[in-house]
């Protein structure tokens, strides 16, 4: 079993894996700083926990952000784990979605990665022990049709989470950088709302579960990489070696 983190401040802690993992953090005795802008999502994130201590904050705001990392050291002690889980993701084609769109997804799913991870690692750097792990998804390496805004916001943050990793490695950090498929949470009603792709009627839905055990094997592996799912790296490797393949099947299930 990965060694269990002091404190973890996880972004996206009152929905879907962030918040499952701040209540499976407190539960193991990890006092955990939980981070959205979902009030109520916060509210249900602590009420399973005294360990629990919420702060309502957009992962956009960098200067919140900083003010926000030195009361949690204050107050919990010095951050030993970060989840960042923060994101959205609305779909459409790229002509039909307004241009705000694209400079909302970009800010929250990749500069809101950035902000966390340049405040957090210096801190974790200094004291030679920590792990960073950044949330960004299959849809990182695989493009599809609906989803140009979410897919190069998961492009940035593996491209940015790759460097980092290899800018810092061997300094008594852990980073990961996860790469799941489709995951039963409400992420997905933001599909439904705006634009649901044929293809994630094909794709089966990992549970939260799989994702965050996959995420601590891969800690206790020192594996960077996390793919969690059968079948997710193989869909990778198709990717890397027969991207029209991919692109005919994308295709043919959205039927243009
Ligand atoms: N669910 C999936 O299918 C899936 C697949 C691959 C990767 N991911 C990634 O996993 C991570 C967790 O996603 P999830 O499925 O649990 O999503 P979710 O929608 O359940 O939770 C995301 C949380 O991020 C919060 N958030 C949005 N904008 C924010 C902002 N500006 N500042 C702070 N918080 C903000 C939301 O309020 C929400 O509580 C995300 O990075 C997501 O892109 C999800």
Redesign the pocket.
Known sequence: MSERPKVALI??A?????QLAARNLAREGTRVAA????EQ?LLATAESSQSIRTWN????DADALAAAIDEIEAELGPIDRVLN?????PLGRVLEQDLDVFHRVMA??YN?VVNVSKLVLPRMLERGRGDLVN?A???GWLPTLYMAAYDAS?FAVVAFTEVLYHENRGQGVRFACVC????K????DQARDTTWPKLFDKAAQLE?QDVLDAIDSALDNDEFWVFPGKGTKLTWRLRRFLPNLLWKRVHDAEGF
């Open positions: 972004t996206g009152g929905s879907g894996m962030g981070l959205d802008v979902n999502g904050i957009d992962v956009t889980a923060a994101a959205i993701m929250i799913n809101g949330f998804s299959l849809a998961k799941p498929p489709p995951v949470t409400p992420l997905l939260p």
